[in-house]
């Protein structure tokens, strides 16, 4: 992961790269750091620990200006240390940031140290700046010793590089790792995402992998990996800064579980109509390649695999299309059988997840029919690499705990099992009954929101503990591991989520009175038996709180010690609707703990690197 920008402007960039890094603290946030070409020299602050340090160390040691490269880290390559933070420089003269791997940087350091470098970090990206000193010493100019450099590297990285010889230019690369490019009038940029230019210009270029890029004020060459002078197609993106801001939340992740009901109605906005999915869903192309689809493989990683679990279930019970789903990062070393029509289909809050990246490239050179991928973010490499992509409209999300954008891929995977379903000729009175519920959904996911102050009373009981349970059956086994997730994530307690069923075979040996236990208790066919699992955990004095639809003819008032009621909702639609007071549930538990809950410890919300 790791966030980069570069700027080379007329006028003093320390503030637009500052301001860009904050943006892009969701890749990483164990150091940041800054390198200036200030006059006859490259300024360097860096510091271990979240940008605010870094802001502390630019006000106390002031740098300025026309040119210079930032970076937000996730430690892969040497602990966070404020020496292993980027930028790395070689002998004052030139300056990179890194953002991913070099695979082969051992052999490289070794040449390196042989030829009398030494280095200062454990990093494998001080390897790169080195080797493009060591070019430059042999006489190349900063583009043809860059170039050189970056053809050498293996592994994937993303890297921008600045260079006191070549003072106004800016060289930049992607491999695997993301990378844009943004026009402005008499400066421009190179940004790990278009978020982090968005107060600049909303005209970018999409670099593609092997791509190298030379930018200064006033030009903009890019090169092919074979070196090629080549176009990449200029678009103009359209996001409002004020989507970036908290809006008036304690936390950004609290703002997104509330954004939920308008993200989910943006998600269905003109792709339902009349009960139908409507042609603005997916085109003639993706419907005629459903046509054909006899079996189904998801593959996804975190939160996003958990919206593929769920799928799962309603593709199976609703379509009887036969439907795996596998974490990416076992998937790609494995070597999977593809029966013949089987559609592939990653699911991907940022299109950038190196492993889901790496198991759509396998699956392209598999038997698959096609491959589809459902995404939030448009122009991401999973879109551009993927055949057909369907986009939920979540808008940005930064909480590194993934909210809205789960919910909105379960919206689209919903609309998906729909539109199966009208293929496949499902009985039209259930059709219609799965569209009326997803026209319900926003105002219910509403009615859910409005539970926050019991949930504040709830998360006060599970603040003090160390483990929880939560327990689901059926296709809320999935929200029951989603649920856990989150309280892990995001509050360090350790959750687990299982399978009610599954209680008896090992875990009920852990609960006692010290034990909360986190029923999922829909109202479906599954309901009774879960009842039943519950007692077991009665019997065993572990402290029981239930989430129940409020319509449900349940026995759990006197059984369980808390309980919530959620307003009622269609059995299609209801994982979506409990997955809503579980994420209040971790948030309140975390602040009461006081986490940092939209940047957890050790985690990032975009992981490019395995
Ligand atoms: C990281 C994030 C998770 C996310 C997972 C997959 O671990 O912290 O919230 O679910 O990556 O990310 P993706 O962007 O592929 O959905």
Same mark, same amino acid.
């Given at each position: 992961?790791?966030?980069?920008?570069?700027?080379?402007?007329?006028?003093?960039?320390?503030?637009?790269?500052?301001?860009?890094?904050?943006?892009?603290?969701?890749?990483?946030?164990?150091?940041?750091?800054?390198?200036?070409?200030?006059?006859?020299?490259?300024?360097?602050?860096?510091?271990?620990?979240?940008?605010?340090?870094?802001?502390?160390?630019?006000?106390?040691?002031?740098?300025?200006?026309?040119?210079?490269?930032?970076?937000?880290?996730?430690?892969?390559?040497?602990?966070?240390?404020?020496?292993?933070?980027?930028?790395?420089?070689?002998?004052?003269?030139?300056?990179?940031?890194?953002?991913?791997?070099?695979?082969?940087?051992? +052999?490289?350091?070794?040449?390196?140290?042989?030829?009398?470098?030494?280095?200062?970090?454990?990093?494998?990206?001080?390897?790169?700046?080195?080797?493009?000193?060591?070019?430059?010493?042999?006489?190349?100019?900063?583009?043809?010793?860059?170039?050189?450099? #970056?053809?050498?590297?293996?592994? *994937?990285?993303?890297?921008?590089?600045?260079?006191?010889?070549?003072?106004?230019?800016?060289?930049?690369?992607?491999?695997?790792?993301?990378?844009?490019?943004?026009?402005?009038?008499?400066?421009?940029?190179?940004?790990?995402?278009?978020?982090?230019?968005?107060?600049?210009?909303?005209?970018?270029?999409?670099?593609?992998?092997?791509?190298?890029?030379?930018?200064?004020?006033?030009?903009?060459?890019?090169?092919?990996?074979?070196?090629?002078?080549?176009?990449?197609?200029?678009?103009?993106?359209?996001?409002?800064? $004020?989507?970036?801001?908290? %809006?008036?939340?304690?936390?950004?992740?609290?703002?997104?579980?509330?954004?939920?009901? =308008?993200?989910?109605?943006?998600?269905?906005? @003109?792709?339902?109509?009349?009960?139908?999915?409507?042609?603005?869903?997916?085109?003639?192309?993706?419907?005629?390649?459903?046509?054909?689809?006899?079996?189904?493989? #998801?593959?996804?990683?975190?939160?996003?695999?958990?919206?593929?679990?769920?799928?799962?279930?309603?593709?199976?019970?609703?379509?009887? #299309?036969?439907?795996?789903?596998?974490?990416?990062?076992?998937?790609?070393?494995?070597?999977?059988?593809?029966?013949?029509?089987?559609?592939?289909?990653?699911?991907?809050?940022?299109?950038?997840?190196?492993?889901?990246?790496?198991?759509?490239?396998?699956?392209?050179?598999?038997?698959?029919?096609?491959?589809?991928?459902?995404?939030?973010?448009?122009?991401?490499?999973?879109?551009?690499?993927?055949?057909?992509?369907?986009?939920?409209?979540?808008?940005?999300?930064?909480?590194?705990?993934?909210?809205?954008?789960?919910?909105?891929?379960? =919206?689209?995977?919903?609309?998906?099992?729909?539109?199966?379903?009208? #293929?496949?000729?499902?009985?039209?009175?259930?059709?219609?009954?799965?569209?009326?519920?997803?026209?319900?959904?926003?105002?219910?996911?509403?009615?859910?929101?409005?539970?926050?102050?019991?949930?504040?009373?709830?998360?006060?009981?599970?603040?003090?503990?160390?483990?929880?349970?939560?327990?689901?059956?059926?296709?809320?086994? +999935?929200?029951?591991?989603?649920?856990?997730?989150?309280?892990?994530?995001?509050?360090?307690?350790?959750?687990?989520?299982?399978?009610?069923? $599954?209680?008896?075979?090992?875990?009920?040996?852990?609960?006692? @009175?010290?034990?909360?236990?986190?029923?999922?208790?829909?109202?479906?066919?599954?309901?009774?038996?879960?009842?039943?699992?519950? $007692?077991?955990?009665?019997?065993?004095?572990?402290?029981?709180?239930?989430?129940?639809?409020?319509?449900?003819?349940?026995?759990?008032? %006197?059984?369980?010690?808390?309980?919530?009621?959620?307003?009622?909702?269609?059995?299609?639609?209801? +994982?979506?609707?409990?997955?809503? +007071?579980?994420?209040?549930?971790?948030?309140?538990? *975390?602040?009461?703990?006081?986490? %940092?809950?939209?940047?957890?410890?050790?985690?990032?919300?975009?992981?490019?690197?395995?």
């Amino acid at each position: 992961m790791c966030g980069i920008v570069a700027v080379s402007a007329n006028r003093n960039v320390v503030e637009v790269i500052v301001n860009g890094l904050q943006t892009l603290e969701y890749r990483g946030y164990d150091s940041a750091g800054i390198a200036i070409i200030e006059g006859d020299h490259i300024a360097i602050r860096k510091q271990a620990g979240k940008l605010s340090q870094l802001k502390q160390e630019l006000a106390a040691h002031p740098v300025a200006g026309h040119v210079g490269i930032g970076h937000t880290r996730w430690a892969t390559h040497g602990e966070p240390t404020s020496a292993n933070a980027h930028p790395h420089d070689s002998n004052n003269a030139i300056a990179v940031v890194h953002n991913g791997i070099i695979e082969n940087y051992r +052999p490289l350091r070794e040449q390196l140290i042989a030829a009398g470098y030494a280095f200062k970090s454990a990093t494998d990206t001080e390897t790169l700046v080195h080797l493009i000193h060591h070019y430059q010493a042999q006489g190349m100019g900063f583009s043809a010793a860059s170039h050189q450099a #970056i053809g050498q590297l293996e592994g *994937a990285y993303a890297v921008a590089i600045t260079c006191m010889s070549d003072p106004n230019r800016i060289i930049a690369a992607r491999k695997g790792s993301p990378l844009v490019v943004g026009l402005g009038d008499g400066e421009n940029f190179v940004a790990s995402d278009v978020q982090a230019l968005i107060n600049e210009t909303n005209q970018f270029h999409y670099l593609e992998d092997g791509d190298v890029v030379e930018i200064t004020q006033d030009s903009c060459h890019i090169f092919d990996a074979a070196g090629q002078p080549v176009e990449r197609e200029l678009k103009t993106v359209t996001l409002s800064s $004020e989507a970036l801001t908290k %809006d008036g939340y304690a936390h950004y992740m609290l703002k997104e579980i509330h954004e939920q009901p =308008t993200a989910v109605a943006n998600t269905i906005a @003109e792709r339902l109509y009349n009960g139908r999915i409507s042609p603005y869903f997916i085109n003639e192309a993706a419907t005629a390649i459903l046509q054909q689809v006899d079996n189904i493989h #998801i593959i996804a990683c975190g939160t996003s695999y958990h919206a593929g679990l769920v799928a799962r279930y309603w593709l199976e019970a609703i379509t009887q #299309i036969p439907t795996q789903v596998e974490i990416a990062s076992e998937y790609r070393y494995r070597k999977p059988v593809v029966p013949q029509n089987t559609l592939f289909l990653t699911i991907s809050q940022s299109g950038e997840t190196a492993d889901s990246l790496a198991a759509l490239r396998f699956a392209k050179t598999a038997n698959y029919l096609s491959t589809f991928a459902v995404c939030n973010v448009a122009n991401s490499s999973l879109d551009r690499e993927t055949e057909h992509c369907i986009l939920t409209h979540a808008g940005p999300e930064i909480g590194v705990a993934s909210t809205k954008a789960l919910t909105t891929q379960l =919206t689209v995977l919903a609309l998906l099992t729909l539109k199966l379903a009208e #293929i496949k000729q499902v009985d039209e009175a259930v059709r219609k009954n799965l569209a009326e519920q997803l026209i319900t959904l926003p105002g219910i996911i509403n009615q859910s929101l409005l539970l926050d102050d019991q949930i504040k009373v709830m998360a006060e009981k599970i603040v003090q503990r160390d483990n929880a349970l939560f327990l689901g059956r059926g296709v809320h086994y +999935p929200i029951a591991l989603e649920g856990a997730l989150k309280l892990k994530e995001i509050s360090y307690i350790h959750a687990e989520g299982y399978p009610a069923g $599954e209680l008896k075979h090992g875990p009920l040996a852990l609960v006692d @009175e010290k034990m909360p236990v986190i029923a999922v208790c829909p109202n479906d066919e599954l309901l009774e038996k879960l009842e039943s699992n519950i $007692e077991e955990v009665r019997a065993r004095g572990g402290e029981l709180f239930a989430f129940v639809d409020h319509k449900s003819q349940h026995g759990l008032k %006197d059984r369980v010690n808390h309980l919530i009621e959620l307003e009622a909702s269609g059995s299609f639609t209801s +994982p979506i609707v409990f997955n809503v +007071p579980l994420q209040l549930l971790s948030y309140h538990v *975390a602040v009461l703990r006081g986490t %940092d809950v939209d940047q957890p410890r050790n985690l990032a919300k975009s992981v490019t690197v395995e």
